[in-house]
């Protein structure tokens, strides 16, 4: 059986959870997917970095004290060499999970292109590299004949982006809209059921919902990303940040939740990109009172949803998780998987 071997670039939540379900379920994972998995290479600012190429022992791993370092395993250090690892690793696919910037989606844009310009595979759940550089990576990718995949940097593990991609192919999407931020969503609900916003954000931590700084869920620039990367990607529209009018949850106040319940509304943080009639898009992020009867109404907790206009079908909704460390793992496994098939592909092409 062939085998892929991963250097996971980020070692928090998301890549710790995709460790857990390779070490987990072992023989059974790869018996279900026709391959094996390895890890090889972790680096992560807090930890340092470890390279082993005949696989990483992932239970010392999971078991090291908190504040240890990978100084002192075989092949570890105390300090994060991304650059060096990335490049250097004997991994053939580099999963990038370290924190989401959304100024300039640095330093996770250099660490995908330094994995692509080396010719491996990339799979990412940072919004930052998709949104704020996706045609550039996409380019270096082909360059190379390496994948750039990034299931998970739109609903976590539900697949939306290969969901449009490749199951609406030929029908004409004119507009998505839809929840696609797990952590206002959570947060949203939770003062309605009387919690404040200060303690529902510290819930949506505790469970790994939030970002890093969780001012990017709260004020919408986290859902601004995702809308231009289902723009871009699903739209063709080649928009930036700039061009998605942004407005986030912060200003919902107890009041206006009380305000909305008593005629019969909901707030919720919607994004959205639309097909206008002289050929652009418009795009944009705000808090909207939804009556009950809406679909998206009844979409709570960490859940997401976003629908589909199309000529063929009328709107098509998928919903599922939006966020969670195991559910964003998932779509590291199914970007590998994307990955595997393609490369499958390209060698039975080749006989
Ligand atoms: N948690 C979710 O529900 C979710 C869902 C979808 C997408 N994402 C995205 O996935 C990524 C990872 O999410 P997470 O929940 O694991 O975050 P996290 O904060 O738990 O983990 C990020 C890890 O990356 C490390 N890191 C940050 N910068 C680094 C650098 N320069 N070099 C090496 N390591 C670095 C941190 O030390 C941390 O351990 C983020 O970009 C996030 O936006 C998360
Ligand atoms: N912080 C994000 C993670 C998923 O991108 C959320 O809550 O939706």
């Known amino acids: 059986m062939h085998r892929h071997d ?3 670039i980020g070692f928090g939540g998301v890549n710790r959870a995709l460790a857990e379900i390779i070490h987990s379920r072992g023989t059974a994972l790869a018996d279900d997917l026709g391959f094996e ?7 992560d600012l807090r930890l340092g970095s470890l390279m082993q190429a005949d696989g990483i022992d992932l239970e010392a791993v999971f078991a090291m004290a ?3 370092t990978f100084a002192g395993m ?3 250090a105390a300090v994060p060499q991304n650059d060096f690892v990335i490049r250097s690793t004997t991994a053939d696919i580099v999963v990038e999970a370290t924190f989401t910037n959304p100024v300039d989606g640095e330093p996770a844009v250099s660490h995908v292109r330094a994995a692509l310009e080396s010719g ?8 930052g590299p998709v949104a704020l550089a996706g045609a550039e990576l996409r380019r270096i990718a082909e360059e190379h004949g390496a994948r750039f995949e990034h299931e998970g940097a739109v609903m976590s593990g539900t697949p939306v982006l290969r969901f449009a991609s490749d199951m609406l192919r030929g029908t004409r999407i004119s507009g998505v809209e839809g929840i696609l931020n797990g952590t206002s969503n959570f947060v949203l609900g939770r003062m309605e059921a009387g919690a404040t916003l200060a303690e529902a954000v510290a819930e949506a931590q505790a469970l790994g919902y939030a970002e890093a700084d969780p001012t990017a869920d709260i004020e919408g620039s986290d859902v601004q990303l995702k809308v231009v990367i289902l723009a871009n990607e699903i739209l063709g529209a080649g928009i930036t940040t700039a061009d998605v009018v942004r407005r986030g949850i912060s200003a919902i106040s107890p009041e206006d939740i009380a305000a909305a319940a008593a005629e019969g509304r909901r707030w919720k943080l919607i994004g959205s990109a639309v097909r206008t009639p002289d050929g652009g898009v418009a795009a944009s992020v705000e808090p909207v009172a939804l009556p009950l009867a809406h679909p998206l109404a009844g979409v709570s907790g960490a859940t997401n949803a976003v629908s589909f206009d199309t000529d063929l079908l009328g709107t098509v909704t998928v919903s599922g998780p939006g966020a969670g460390r195991m559910e964003t793992a998932y779509a590291l496994l199914s970007d590998i998987i994307a990955i595997d098939a393609h490369q499958r592909a390209g060698v039975e092409a080749a006989r």
Do not use: D, Q
């Open 74 to 76: 075989p092949g570890g």
């Open 120 to 127: 491996k595979s990339v799979t990412t759940t940072n919004k």
């Open 66 to 68: 908190e504040g240890a």
């Open 6 to 8: 991963l250097a996971l």
């Open 37 to 43: 998995l390895r890890v090889v290479a972790i680096t």
